[in-house]
């Protein structure tokens, strides 16, 4: 998959198949629309594409009214939505800036300068909602004239649902925001999870375990960015970290502010492996290297705690809290497979 900043580039084809919008968590209702917009594409010998924008539209509006509550909590990070795009199999992804000059372009506009003589889009695919140009005014009956009088087809896909329940994006939120980690992966179709290069944090972590008995090396951690002021997830989960070693690995993780930290305010996905595979990284051997952490199952929300020594009491309770839940996941996950294989037999 080829991803493109802008239109203003000669590797971009000359005409595409497109679809729209900012699929924040590529969830099944993207899936489906990627699926269809792939049908398409090949039918008429086209690539597909992916017009997206960054930051969000309603970050954009929020920033200019100075009210960032009114910015959408983030589900993915872009690496995340583009690792997913291509996973579904899109041929190019188009990454717009949407800032003033972009919020402030007519819906007629937008369909000739970025649609066709930027895009080349011969058959342009939207959801049921779609809205477009300054103020919202192009919708679906908008861009179908325009297809109808320029020569392009338009599609519109209706709504995908999951027992009953309309799959979107404010749907996982919701689910994220509760801490219900199954409703979420079954509207994204797979465990909800955050990628990202593991760098050095303060090394906070070693210390607390020299409060803690039984912990020689300290609850170290892998540190995360999540580059987003609002996750849509927050707390302390149960987790398995991929990227490390050619395994899962069981851990515990933090996803916030760190309330008790004096530094807080960055967002960071702290992770702490229970079973750290020194055999095969040694101590220091998760710095630099690209971990996709799965959020299985919320333990807690963050707390402010009023010393380390409670920290660190805390933590404890949530590794063993971790330990018990995953034990039981890898036991449940066992059992399906045993089941499948019989069922296949």
């Not at 990627?34 to 597909?48: I, N, Y």
């Not at 967002?267 to 290297?289: F, M, N, S, T």
């Amino acid at each position: 998959m080829r991803v493109f900043r802008g239109f203003h580039h000669p590797g971009i084809a000359p005409a595409c198949a497109l679809t729209i919008g900012n699929f924040d968590g590529v969830h099944r209702g993207h899936q489906a629309m990627l699926a269809l917009l792939q049908s398409e594409a090949r039918h008429r010998g086209l690539p597909s594409c992916v017009l997206t924008f960054e930051p969000h539209p309603r970050d954009h509006f929020a920033a200019r009214l100075g009210k960032p509550e009114l910015a959408p909590a983030r589900i993915a990070t872009l690496r995340d939505k583009l690792v997913e795009l291509a996973r579904c199999g899109v041929d190019q992804v188009v990454i717009l800036p949407f800032d003033e000059a972009l919020a402030a372009l007519p819906a007629q506009n937008f369909i000739r300068q970025v649609l066709r003589e930027g895009l080349g889009a011969r058959y342009v695919l939207v959801g049921d909602d779609f809205r477009f140009g300054a103020k919202r005014q192009g919708d679906y009956a908008t861009l179908d004239a325009a297809g109808r009088a320029q020569g392009f087809d338009v599609a519109r896909m209706m709504s995908y649902e999951v027992h009953g329940l309309r799959v979107s994006s404010s749907a996982v939120r919701e689910a994220l925001a509760a801490g219900d980690m199954d409703a979420a992966a079954a509207l994204l179709g797979r465990p909800y999870a955050v990628s990202g290069h593991v760098t050095h944090g303060r090394k906070l972590g070693r210390q607390l375990g020299e409060r803690a008995p039984g912990t020689a090396d300290g609850f170290r951690t892998l540190n995360l960015r999540f580059p987003h002021g609002r996750p849509a997830a927050h707390g302390i989960f149960a987790v398995q970290v991929h990227g490390l070693v050619q395994r899962p690995l069981p851990g515990v993780a933090s996803l916030g502010n760190r309330p008790t930290i004096e530094d807080a305010g960055r967002v960071l996905l702290e992770v702490h492996c229970l079973d750290w595979p020194a055999d095969e990284l040694g101590r220091e051997g998760g710095y630099g290297k690209l971990a996709r952490v799965e959020l299985l199952h919320k333990l807690r929300d963050e707390a402010r705690y009023d010393d380390l020594a409670t920290l660190t009491a805390a933590i404890r309770q949530d590794t063993e809290a971790a330990r018990a839940f995953l034990a039981g996941h890898a036991a449940s996950h066992a059992q399906v497979s045993r089941q499948t294989t019989r069922d296949r037999i």
